[in-house]
């Protein structure tokens, strides 16, 4: 496999401020604990069957959850959580359990946290694991979903902004 570099990682960056995506909190327990991060690359690999894959970086403390548990929860953010995206964002100084705690979450199939308020949520099984480039690409089959409605939350730019309902 060849790896060219076109343009400086500050710049890939930027540019890819440029699309707008849902943000999500994806979360998995780790030995008991509540584990999670804010994903801005989580997309659908395969309708049939149904498949997520997600992007984490190697230095994100909830992959090792995500290895130990071999399950993952993708939760859809509403507009109005900007403040829970910038803690899983580890833009709070709040890490760990701690993230938890002000809101309230159950779980579906795989026991990975899903965020009651959120718009909805895709619980996984890891089926395979991938690194590249400081990453890993974690590939889930769905095991379980709800879907609540409401307007998503999206980052765009840099920054959070609210959805609207369709």
Known sequence: MTHVATIPPAEFWRSLSGRAVGAAVVTTMDGGSPAGFLAL????????PPTLMMSVGLQ???????????AFAVNYLERGQQELA????GQRG???????????WGALTTGSPILKTA???IDCVVQEEIERFGSAIVIGGV???ENRGGAPLLHFKG???PGHEI
């Open 60 to 70: 994100t403390t909830a992959l090792s959850g995500i290895r130990r548990s071999g």
């Open 86 to 89: 910038s803690i899983f964002a």
């Open 143 to 145: 095991a379980a979903y």
């Open 119 to 121: 718009i909805g949520a």
């Open 159 to 161: 920054s959070f902004h």
């Open 94 to 104: 709040i890490n760990g359990a701690a993230r938890f705690e002000s809101e309230t």
């Open 41 to 48: 690359s989580v997309t659908h690999l395969s309708v049939d």
